[in-house]
T-cell receptor
């Protein structure tokens, strides 16, 4: 079955600390993977995407993600978190055409 | 400006009263989708469309209808809304199967 899991429902970090948000997927073929961010009351903004090639992907706002096929993971990282990064983060898997499966999301709180 | 536009942004209505949420994109995208977002469940795909007159069910299509008569428009129709359809709805479009989706700002529906 195709699925996306985000093990952490909520994470709290201090401003300036590093961040890693976990994402695991289940899919039998090469996945198209995305990370989106949603600020309160807003739509979803694309942070980065992975289709093929280099397994370390750079995105906007200083985020990066690493695709690890052997672990079926696509974890999102940021070396130094800013207070404005507080938001909901979604990992998503696109399997074919426009069939997309989202994870349940991880809520990030940032302590000043 | 490239955008996906949804209307209305907010709607409170009663059980059984037919409603339509419109979605329009100005990017000439072939692919469009509808999602609902519920706490703890992330976004779940309702329907998607690969082109004019081509639609397919997502994960939660029950109680919804869609149509794709023009490339730019993809309305979501609730013919007999029920309270369990109270949710935040997002429309999205993409330029191809390996392209990320662009999201609208969302429509918050309350069915009493």
């Amino acid at each position: 079955a195709q699925s996306v899991t985000q093990p952490d429902i909520h994470i709290t970090v201090s401003e300036g600390a590093s961040l890693e948000l976990r994402c695991n997927y289940s899919y039998g073929a090469t996945p198209y993977l995305f990370w989106y961010v949603q600020s309160p009351g807003q739509g979803l903004q694309l942070l980065l995407k992975y289709f093929s090639g280099d397994t370390l992907v750079q995105g906007i706002k200083g985020f990066e993600a690493e695709f690890k096929r052997s672990q079926s993971s696509f974890n999102l990282r940021k070396p130094s978190v800013h207070w404005s990064d507080a938001a909901e983060y979604f990992c998503a898997l696109k399997t074919s055409y426009d069939k997309v499966i989202f994870g349940p999301g991880t809520s990030l709180s940032v302590i000043p | 400006e490239a955008q996906v536009t949804q209307n209305p942004r907010y709607l409170i209505t009663v059980t059984g009263k037919k409603l339509t949420v419109t979605c329009s994109q100005n990017m000439n995208h072939e692919y469009m989708s509808w999602y609902r977002q519920d706490p703890g469940l992330g976004l779940r795909q309702i329907y998607y469309s690969m082109n004019v007159e081509v639609t397919d069910k997502g994960d939660v299509p029950e109680g919804y209808k869609v149509s794709r008569k023009e490339k730019r428009n993809f309305p979501l129709i609730l013919e007999s809304p029920s309270p369990n359809q109270t949710s935040l709805y997002f429309c999205a479009s993409s330029g191809g199967p390996n392209q990320p989706q662009h999201f609208g700002d969302g429509t918050r529906l309350s069915i009493l």
